[in-house]
């Protein structure tokens, strides 16, 4: 009798190591793992940049986008002083040159330090859009 408890328990503690064992495995993982990038980070942009796709992407960037980064992308918007934003000149030809176009994609969804992202609030075509537009600045005047 007292053999069958033996080998009772000894099954239980086993297992209940194996158990343990499961539970920490996956919780050990995500703390190594750095979060995998989505695909939209090696994706290249699937919108055109057609004219009514710029002047959607303008409108957008006007009321979500202009208040820190200035109508014009001179990173001069009213709320740079109140937040104390460092913010770009993407009118620099080399503002935006060690970032492609699926890691702003990204940005403007996700976000970044006090840059708040867009979630689901845009369609990832208005997105792209954006990504265009942001993009545009350097060609044009700084004025
Ligand atoms: C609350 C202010 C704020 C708003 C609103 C905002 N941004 Fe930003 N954005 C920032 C800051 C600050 C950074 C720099 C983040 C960093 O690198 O630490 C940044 C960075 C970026 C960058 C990367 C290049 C750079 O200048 O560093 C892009 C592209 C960008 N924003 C696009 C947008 C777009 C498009 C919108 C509107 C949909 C937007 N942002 C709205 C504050 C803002």
Avoid at 71 to 100: P, Q, R, T, Y
Avoid at 111 to 123: F, N, Q, S, Y
Wanted: proline share 6%.
């Amino acid at each position: 009798m007292s053999n069958i408890l033996q080998v009772l328990g000894t099954g239980l503690v086993m297992s209940l190591g194996v158990l343990c064992a499961q539970q920490n495995a996956p919780q050990e993982k995500p703390a190594e793992t750095p979060p995998p990038a989505t695909a939209a980070t090696k994706k290249e942009n699937p919108v055109k940049a057609a004219p009514e796709v710029l002047a959607a992407a303008k409108k957008i960037f006007g009321y979500d986008c202009a208040m820190c980064h200035g109508a014009n992308g001179d990173g001069k918007g009213d709320l740079v002083e109140s937040m104390k934003l460092k913010m770009k000149d993407w009118h620099a030809a080399d503002a935006l040159g060690g970032i492609s176009d699926g890691e702003i994609f990204d940005l403007i969804v996700k976000g970044k330090d006090k840059m708040i992202g867009e979630g689901d609030r845009l369609a990832p075509a208005k997105v792209w859009g954006l990504v265009h537009y942001v993009r545009s600045f350097p060609k044009k005047s700084a004025n």
